[in-house]
């Protein structure tokens, strides 16, 4: 996976690409899917959601240019694997899922692989988590239509966001820094993830749009 899905695919960040390799895909899929974990596709988790295709979590892990001591928020914990990549990474990492079975599963998975500093927390990602706030990375791991506000004001200055942004048929992955005040955003992959549900994306069914 590490090598001809990824590092042939442009990744050359050691510490990501190691990461990936670390970090044991097949114990954050689900059992039916297990003989699929390191294929270079998403792959169904249940509750209408799934986990990324391995390039794209790698390349999300990139841009983020995640440093040890970062703060991170994720926002779709999902299964829980770009949260453990984070942490591998060396962030501190609060991950919000909306689905409670998905959340506590999550919780449990990560306590049982011995994943340290992630704390998953139940609710609507698209508010971020004010709590822990202000973060110097955000991760988004499901499309919305346009970038929470919430996700900005949370974002430290200095800090970087990755969000799928688009319709429910194409996204683009774009990179967003914050300094003060201001902010810049770079396009970088077209992609196309499941919707982010909750108040500031998609209403809880889009199907008319998928």
């Known amino acids: 996976m590490v090598e001809y899905q990824i590092r042939r695919r442009g990744i050359r960040d050691e510490k990501v690409l190691e ?3 670390q970090v044991p895909r097949h114990e954050f899929v ?3 899917y297990l003989a699929s974990a390191y294929d270079d596709r998403p792959l169904p988790i249940g509750e209408s959601e799934t986990i990324s295709q391995p390039y794209i979590v790698a390349a999300m ?3 983020a240019r995640v440093q040890p001591g970062d703060k991170a928020l994720e926002v779709g914990t999902g299964t829980g694997y770009q949260a453990a990549i984070l942490a591998y990474l060396g962030a501190t990492v609060y991950t919000v ?3 409670p079975q998905l959340a506590e599963s999550a919780r449990d998975r990560l306590a049982r692989l ?3 500093g992630i704390e998953v927390i139940c609710g609507d990602g698209t508010e971020g988590y004010s709590a822990a706030a202000p ?3 955000i991760v988004v791991t499901a499309a919305a ?4 506000p919430p996700l900005l004001d949370q974002l430290d200055s200095g800090g970087r966001m990755v969000i799928p942004v688009g ?4 996204q683009d992955l774009q990179l967003i820094f914050k300094r003060g005040s201001e902010v810049a955003t770079r396009l970088l992959d077209p992609c196309q993830f499941v919707p982010l549900i909750g108040k500031h994306a998609w209403p809880e069914k889009p199907d008319r749009f998928w």
């Not at 239509?145 to 929470?148: A, D, R």
């Not at 319709?167 to 194409?170: C, F, G, K, P, Y």
């Open 114 to 116: 011995g994943y340290k």
């Open 30 to 32: 689900p059992p039916a």
């Open 167 to 170: 319709d429910l048929l194409h």
């Open 97 to 99: 899922e909306r689905n």
């Open 145 to 148: 239509p346009v970038v929470p």
């Open 61 to 63: 892990s990139v841009a």
């Open 19 to 21: 990461a990936m390799f």
């Open 135 to 137: 973060y110097q990375v």
